[in-house]
């Protein structure tokens, strides 16, 4: 029950992340919206990883969490102008 809770709050989270990425004013505020739905899509593999009892869902948002690091500190060197 209480899984199915967390659910919702990750997808009005996501949502909510997405119309930003689609509404943001200015370009560094769809970059961070972007920020913020990868570090809730990994929540969400952490707690799916949980609900079935598998640890490879953990591995998965371990890995996906740098990748997105790293894609989120080349996108604000880019904005930035340093490349």
């Not at 909510?16 to 943001?24: D, F, K, N, S, V």
């Not at 640890?55 to 890995?63: P, S």
């Given at each position: 029950m209480i899984e199915n809770v967390f659910l919702i709050i990750i997808g009005i989270a996501i949502i909510?992340?997405?119309?930003?990425?689609?509404?943001?004013p200015t370009t560094p505020d769809r970059a961070v919206a972007l920020d913020t739905a990868s570090t809730i899509i990994t929540a969400l593999l952490v707690l799916l990883g949980f609900m079935f009892k598998r640890?490879?869902?953990?591995?998965?948002?371990?890995?996906y969490g740098i990748l997105t690091f790293i894609g989120t500190v080349i996108i604000a060197r880019y904005l930035e102008g340093g490349i």
């Open positions: 909510m992340c997405l119309l930003r990425m689609m509404l943001g640890d490879i869902y953990l591995d998965v948002a371990l890995v």
